[in-house]
């Protein structure tokens, strides 16, 4: 409860006027926020204290989607796992592929092919097209900018086409495997890819010439939602969220994987940390990925899509397993007992296009993971919250939650 004096200014019995001061109490008001809740973006629930319109207090809820994903990794295979990394950041689920893949690829020590690497870098700036696509319509949605929205869904439809053509479907992709990819690229499918980057590009440009210097769109974003540099350090936030504070941080050129010290790219920073930056970043970052799938495309080395020399980690080709069997036998032993990985822990992260999706993973030998933990990003860019909402008014929270551009299936976990 709050007290607060204001002062009026009435007129008396005769006629003149008479200064007062009135005290009056005001209460403030709990409202939950979610978890049923367009703005949430998922099963997202906030305790907010107000009063008023001011937020003074915000208390992020979590669990609601809770599925123990990593204890369901510690009772099957490493390529029975793959399909649950699917349902991480469901939006970018051929990204969360091919990190899981990294991952017990650096356990086992092994390197695939270069041409591999490249379909796998082509795979994830596509992915973190698509991600950034949805994210940014349903950001702008949230403040009432639907046109975006239609503009942006659109282009997500296109890859959504693009990935059922490599991979068979369009949503969970499970397109990565230990040691390789499941299939090679389809005959014409990087000239479609291509396609889709050129006309891809103007959309950007018209999207921005609707929101950047939109009186609307400014007002509010612009100074809303501020993370400093220090603030997200210490919040362990990732990603665009991270380099819109002007942290200067992207796993892709700090520690390259997959081939990325080969391509070219800019890293996009923001300035004030606000919700504004944080949508600039976001827009660059998919000119950047573009530029990245070009690059790829354009030296795509030949040779095979898998490590041809893993045979106790990458299961035969299909005409193989027909054909012979020994190749009969390791199929069955890869399928049932999962591939020989030796005993040791590694973590390794990969750049996402929500952050730093990392796996930190125990084995004890075996085709099955002893322990496994899985650092989602979407958990502590939400961290903040807590934080960077009070102050701000009720309808802004809209704005920071979309901003901000988490998943609750990573989450959650």
Same mark, same amino acid.
């Given at each position: +409860? ?10 008396? @019995? ?15 008001? &709990? ?17 907010? /204290? ?57 356990? &086992?020590?092994? $390197? ?45 439809? %296109?890859?959504? %086409? ?35 980057? /050129? ?23 612009? =100074? ?9 350090? &210490? ?14 941080? =992207?796993?892709?050129? =700090?520690?390259?994987? @997959? ?26 970052? +998919? ?8 690059? &790829?495309? %354009? %030296? ?10 893993? *045979? ?14 020994? $190749?009969?036998?390791?199929?069955? +032993?890869?399928?049932? !007992? ?25 084995? *004890? ?6 322990? +496994? *933990? ?11 919250? !807590? *934080? ?21 299936? !990573?989450? =959650?976990?």
């Amino acid at each position: +409860m709050s007290t607060e004096t204001t002062e009026y200014t009435a007129p008396d @019995s005769g006629g003149k006027a008479a200064t007062a001061a009135q005290e009056f109490e005001t209460e403030h008001l &709990a409202v939950s926020m979610g978890p049923s809740h367009p703005s949430t973006h998922g099963v997202l629930r906030l305790n907010l /204290e107000l009063d008023g319109e001011i937020v003074k207090m915000c208390d992020p809820v979590l669990g609601y989607l809770h599925r123990g994903d990593e204890k369901i990794a510690e009772n099957m295979t490493y390529n029975q796992f793959v399909p649950y990394t699917d349902r991480l950041d469901y939006l970018a689920p051929l990204a969360n592929n091919a990190a899981y893949a990294m991952a017990v690829e650096k356990l &086992a020590n092994l $390197e695939v092919p270069e041409r591999c690497q490249a379909i796998r870098v082509v795979t994830s700036e596509l992915a973190r097209i698509s991600a950034h696509l949805l994210g940014l319509g349903a950001y702008t949605m949230d403040v009432g900018a639907l046109t975006v929205f239609m503009i942006t869904f659109t282009e997500r439809e %296109k890859l959504y %086409k693009l990935f059922e053509e490599l991979t068979g479907a369009r949503f969970t992709t499970s397109y990565s495997r230990i040691g390789g990819v499941v299939r090679d690229m389809p005959e014409g499918w990087t000239n479609r890819v291509l396609t889709f980057c /050129e006309e891809l590009l103007p959309l950007l440009d018209d999207v921005e010439s609707l929101l950047t210097r939109n009186r609307i769109w400014f007002d509010r974003t612009a =100074d809303i939602g501020i993370i400093s540099k220090e603030d997200a350090v &210490a919040y362990g936030l990732t990603g665009p969220n991270l380099r819109g504070s002007g942290v200067d941080v =992207d796993l892709r050129r =700090d520690v390259p994987y @997959s081939g990325y010290e080969q391509y070219e790219f800019e890293v996009p920073l923001g300035e004030n940390g606000d919700c504004y930056d944080r949508y600039a970043v976001r827009v660059e970052e +998919m000119r950047q990925s573009v530029r990245i799938v070009r690059q &790829a495309i %354009k %030296k795509m080395p030949g040779g095979a899509f898998y490590a041809e020399d893993a *045979k106790k980690i990458y299961a035969p080709r299909k005409d193989k397993i027909l054909t012979s069997m020994e $190749e009969l036998i390791q199929n069955f +032993m890869i399928t049932t !007992e999962g591939p020989d990985m030796p005993a040791g822990e590694v973590y390794f992260e990969a750049e996402n296009p929500k952050g730093a999706l990392g796996f930190y993973i125990v084995s *004890k030998g075996g085709g099955v993971p002893y322990r +496994m *933990k899985i650092r989602g990003p979407s958990f502590n860019n939400l961290s903040i919250l !807590e *934080k960077v909402s009070v102050g701000a008014m009720i309808s802004d929270i809209s704005a920071i939650l979309g901003s901000l551009d988490f998943v609750m299936g !990573e989450c =959650d976990r």
